[in-house]
């Protein structure tokens, strides 16, 4: 897929689909730089995979974004693909909304990413790279209670449009992968759902996603590796649902 050498940066990499688009493009022979708050996770997989590099930094903060940036071109020089993955989300009752909970989930979803890719464009349109966008499909499938995170991923999916717009006379292109539900520890780490309530919600998942299961990391990394690719030179400003057909029932 023409990714030899290549420069990545990925949030959210200390697990999930951002460790799995990380291995995947190490395994393409690409030069990643991971992202995330838990220092000592990142510490153990770039032990083990020499193509990948870490740097504790926290999505959400501003400050964090050209810290990220200026790291992979002290690496390597170059940037050639931003993979805004890193979310946060938990449920709440509009009853119960507060500037708190909304802040913290729009500036990891909405803030960050925008901050990170202002960061990188110019590096970005010298090498015609490009931006893939992490959401969800809960950007589309209503579900109460995740009102705050459906509607952060639902603007990060107009983000990418716009950015593709606005963009591309520089050469550097911006889709998004709409994710399904995925095996991951997202529910815990993220959602803060107990053991009872994971297991209530993957059942439910898996009764309606049509094609049967739940998705694993590596079903969206795949789409991830793909986009950013030379293969895809001709792809800006789209949004692809890999998530089994959930978000047709």
Not at 121 to 137: C, D, E, F, M, Y
Not at 157 to 163: D, G, I, K, N, S
Not at 181 to 204: T, Y
Request: hydrophobic share 45%.
């Amino acid at each position: 897929m023409s990714l030899k050498d290549s420069v990545v940066i990925i949030t959210g990499g200390g697990g999930g689909i951002g460790l799995a688009a990380a291995r995947a493009f190490a395994d393409a022979e690409a030069n990643v730089l991971i992202t995330g708050r838990r220092a000592m996770r990142l510490d153990e997989i770039t032990r083990a995979q020499p193509r990948i590099e870490s740097l504790t930094a926290d999505a959400g903060n501003p400050s964090d974004a050209q810290r990220t940036v200026d790291r992979a071109i002290e690496l390597w020089g170059r940037i050639d693909v931003l993979v805004n993955n890193a979310g946060a989300g938990s449920p709440m009752a509009l009853a119960d909304a507060s500037i708190d909970h909304l802040t913290s989930i729009y500036a990891v979803n909405v803030f960050g990413p925008t901050l990170l890719a202002a960061a990188a464009v110019p590096h970005l349109a010298r090498s015609r790279g490009s931006i893939i966008n992490v959401s969800s499909s809960l950007a589309r499938k209503a579900v109460g209670g995740l009102a705050d995170y459906g509607a952060s991923k639902a603007a990060l999916e107009h983000l990418t449009r716009c950015w593709a717009v606005e963009l591309a006379p520089q050469g550097v292109r911006v889709n998004a992968v709409e994710s399904g539900p995925v095996e991951s520890e997202f529910l815990r780490d993220r959602m803060g759902f107990s053991d009872e309530q994971i297991e209530a919600v993957k059942a439910r998942e898996r009764s309606v996603i049509p094609l049967g299961r739940r998705g694993t990391p590596e079903d969206v990394a795949h789409w991830i590796v793909a986009l950013a690719s030379r293969d895809a030179q001709w792809v800006t400003g789209q949004v692809f649902a890999i998530d089994g057909g959930f978000t047709l029932v």
